[in-house]
């Protein structure tokens, strides 16, 4: 376990989100939508954008911490379980943001009981649930034994840690140990085998809901699933390199090999993504017509086209590939490369969700109903941010918690116990 202290600054910061977040809640249970800066024309805003983010996070960390279980890259193996726990953290993160862009909040359960099967979003919410069973079990599995063997010791967390095992004991002799090891591997690598293409289902089924939306030419293309599942890898991929550089994961022996690898991963597949962007972009500037066209314009060269040229390309892109390339044998600068092409995947998710919603469907319809809600324009109001803030917080939160408590480094091997 790490017992490092948390630097007072991240505190203050967390501190500082919380407030301002605990106010947009409050707002949101008070007041509803309506200090929410979407309508009726533009539906999906700043939540549901926050929501393909995280939950993009969460898909990418579980399909690297499946490759260690799968395919036995022992190079990745210090980060398998910091991996998992980022993933269901991303995930809960994600779940709120959605959970607060409902219109009935509190009737969520209805599509359990009641599910309407020829819908792809019922899918969508079935799938993420098993999903997040199996990131639960998948947890569970991978830290059962050092909670049983520290269950077994003395100290004021001895009872939490014997709630956390289930009930699940193991002798503390090191072959048992070994032996207990080696049989959650075994159950990990069945479950990864399963969770793969069940994450690829969910995900790459968000990109499928978009790219179904016939009626809006920006988002209809055969790409937005694998635009989906590679985003994830990058940004999944991209925040575990800067969580290794900047925590005491990195501490570990081996490390140092384990950041190369996040470091060529990472940048392989943001070069990859741009590859897929260019393709994407380059089709429609080349011949110049059709809506979706309009619409890239908007994206290239409107009103914000910093979103794209300056958060995406230069922050997320840009500076990062040059740390990498320059720089790869330094933590501080493996590690700001892959925080900033983390954050800043947001503004790739903002660039998919807005823009498809700017144009008109019918022609004169923008001047047929005049109303402060009837617009096709929109920047997401202050109050929107700070839910965003909240949830961060919460996520930040619940990690920093994990981090002081749980074995999420992993104890000694058994046979260095004696």
């Not at 007072?8 to 967390?14: M, N």
């Not at 790739?348 to 019918?362: A, K, M």
């Not at 109303?371 to 930040?396: H, K, N, Q, T």
Request: with cysteine; net charge neutral; charged share 15%.
């Amino acid at each position: 376990m790490n017992n490092k202290r948390i630097h007072p600054a991240i505190l203050i910061v967390i501190g500082l989100l919380f407030l301002w977040g605990i106010w947009g809640v409050i707002q949101r249970f008070t007041q509803g939508h309506a200090l929410a800066n979407y309508g009726s024309y533009v539906p999906w805003g700043l939540w549901v954008s926050g929501y393909i983010y995280f939950v993009g996070l969460s898909a990418g960390a579980f399909y690297l911490s499946s490759m260690v279980y799968l395919f036995k890259i022992e190079k990745l193996r210090p980060i398998a379980r910091p991996a998992l726990f980022i993933s269901v953290i991303t995930l809960v993160i994600a779940l709120i943001c959605i959970w607060f862009d409902l219109g009935q909040m509190w009737r969520f359960w209805e599509i359990f009981v009641r599910p309407n099967f020829t819908s792809l979003m019922t899918w969508m919410v079935w799938l993420y649930t098993l999903y997040a069973i199996l990131l639960f079990t998948e947890l569970w599995l991978e830290m059962r034994t050092d909670l049983s063997v520290m269950a077994q010791r003395s100290g004021p967390l001895a009872r939490l840690y014997r709630l956390l095992s289930l009930g699940w004991s193991v002798p503390t002799d090191p072959d048992a140990i070994e032996r207990a090891r080696a049989d959650s591997n075994r159950w990990l690598r069945i479950l990864s085998g399963i969770g793969i293409p069940l994450a690829v289902a969910f995900h790459g089924g968000v990109g499928a809901l978009f790219a179904g939306l016939m009626a809006r030419p920006y988002w209809h293309t055969a790409l937005y699933p694998i635009f989906f599942l590679t985003w994830a890898l990058v940004s999944g991929g991209a925040l575990l390199l800067a969580v290794v550089a900047f925590t005491d994961i990195g501490d570990r022996d081996g490390a140092d090999g384990v950041l190369a690898l996040l470091a060529k991963t990472t940048m392989g597949l943001l070069l990859f993504d741009l590859l897929l962007e260019w393709a994407e972009i380059s089709i429609p500037s080349w011949y110049r017509v059709g809506e979706g066209y309009d619409i890239l314009k908007v994206v290239l060269f409107g009103d914000y086209w910093y979103v794209f040229w300056i958060f995406h390309l230069l922050l997320g892109a840009a500076i990062p590939i040059w740390l990498l390339l320059t720089r790869p044998t330094s933590r501080l600068a493996t590690g700001i490369a892959g925080f900033l092409v983390a954050a800043t995947f947001m503004a790739v998710r903002l660039n998919l969700v807005i823009p498809g919603q700017i144009t008109p469907q019918l022609e004169g319809i923008q001047d047929a109903y005049v109303d402060s809600r009837l617009l096709f324009s929109y920047v997401p109001s202050m109050f929107e941010w700070s839910v965003i803030a909240f949830a961060v917080a919460l996520g930040a939160t619940l990690y920093l918690i994990g981090r002081r408590i749980l074995p999420l480094t992993g104890l000694p091997h058994a046979k260095e116990t004696h």
